[in-house]
């Protein structure tokens, strides 16, 4: 947790991955997010990994640092009440769909320069999901060696797609300070992903070749980087991006006789070209299959890190969070109270900045547990007016 966003305050309503992101996000980074959710929570507040007792690690994780704001979302009361907050508050992040009573016009009648970031499934307002995106942009056609197309379980579009709305939120923010305009933002995770897979030069190879990029299991595109199993029966994660690391890898192999062989024979120099080494890995994996498996991970990894190398052995996500320099030791986590009771290491913000202390993580709230104090100070609804409404159900306290 650090303080950048001390004095911003933005009403947070969504659901699942993309949105939640976007709030978190700030969160860590000092601003007040309020989110606000249907009373007894919304459709993700049991989503898994849940405990025996059915709290979400899930949401409680994706909505630390934040406060809560139940109300009856079903009722004309509980919508007008969460209207107020957003026109009284100015900046909202949701992915509730474009029209309805969230429209950012309808909003924006009692707010005009009320900024709206709203995460879409596509851009002309259908649903759609990380993984039915995925499919679409044409990754599982990628991944794995084939022919079935592989899924993979992170869910990257909606990473990213939160991560950017933080963003824009953050640059419309800016321009109305400058200008004083406000308006809406749209980030579809459609257009996140696509948009992603242009960045990377995937839309002009396809169009440029005609073809289909082959499938390369775990083999690193245009790169000399795959796994590879020692002695010990340890498979890791051998990846190339410099010459310094390449010549440090031939050496620390034994290999510079078999790799200025292959060389003449091809009249190639892999000293300092990546995709020569891509191009001519027929070779080149059988010499490193046969050198790396006559010797232990731990030999290798000594030389390896003396070199530069970069390296990594395949572990479980159980292996990771045991490995103190991941975790127990990494300054990014502690210890928080967590809803659901039970007591593990919490991520603060990602990012480290030296010159500023790192406040500890703080847990995500209870459904309703900022309810009465969003209500009295945003709001400026008496104490009698909230006992109402808490006593007609319309807004739910932890």
């Known amino acids: 947790m650090y303080d950048l966003l001390t004095g911003l305050s933005v009403i947070e ?6 949105s939640p992101t976007a709030g978190l996000y700030c969160a860590q980074m000092g601003a007040e997010v309020i989110r606000v959710d249907q009373i007894g929570g919304g459709p993700d507040f049991r989503r898994w990994p849940v405990t025996e007792s059915n709290d979400s690690l899930y949401w409680e994780n994706l909505n630390r640092a934040k406060k809560s704001v139940a109300l009856d979302l079903g009722r004309p009361e509980g919508r007008e009440l969460l209207q107020a907050l957003v026109r009284a508050t100015g900046q909202f992040i949701t992915n509730f769909p ?12 009692g707010c005009a320069d009320l900024i709206t970031v709203r995460v879409m499934g596509w851009a002309d307002g259908s649903p759609a999901l990380d993984y039915t995106v995925n499919n679409s942009v044409g990754y ?13 379980v992170l869910p990257a579009w909606d990473l990213l797609s939160g991560a950017y709305a933080a963003f824009a939120l953050l640059a419309a923010i800016q ?24 960045n990377l030069g995937g839309i002009a190879e396809a169009l440029y070749s005609g073809a289909n990029r082959p499938r390369l299991g775990n083999a690193v595109y245009g790169l000399f980087g795959r796994d590879f199993v020692t002695a010990d029966g340890q498979r890791t994660m051998i990846v190339v991006v410099t010459p310094r690391q390449w010549a440090n890898l031939v050496l620390a192999l034994g290999l510079d006789d078999a790799i200025a062989a292959i060389e003449a024979a091809r009249g190639v120099s892999f000293a300092k070209d990546d995709g020569l080494r891509f191009t001519h890995r027929d070779a080149l ?67 480290t900045l030296p010159q500023d202390a790192r406040q500890p993580p ?28 808490i006593d007609a159900g319309i807004v739910g306290v932890a």
């Open 175 to 198: 321009r109305r300070t400058a200008t004083g305009v406000g308006g809406e933002v749209r980030v579809p995770l459609s257009d996140v992903a696509i948009g992603t897979v242009a």
């Open 140 to 152: 599982p056609m990628l991944t794995g060696t084939g022919p079935a197309p592989v899924n993979h």
């Open 98 to 109: 474009v029209g309805g009573f969230l429209s950012h016009e309808v909003l924006a009648a």
């Open 362 to 389: 703080r847990p995500a709230p209870r459904n309703g547990a900022h309810s009465e104090e969003i209500l009295a100070d945003r709001l400026s609804l008496p104490s009698g007016e909230i006992a109402r409404l």
């Open 13 to 18: 309503a969504s659901s699942f991955v993309a």
């Open 285 to 351: 994996y059988p010499l490193f299959e046969a050198a790396i498996a006559d010797r232990s991970h731990a030999d290798l990894a000594a030389v390896f890190d003396a070199g530069g190398i970069v390296h990594s052995p395949y572990r479980t996500m159980l292996d990771a969070v045991q490995d103190p320099a991941l975790v127990a030791g990494n300054p990014i986590f502690g210890q928080a109270d967590n809803p659901s009771g039970f007591a593990y290491p919490a991520a603060g913000a990602f990012a």
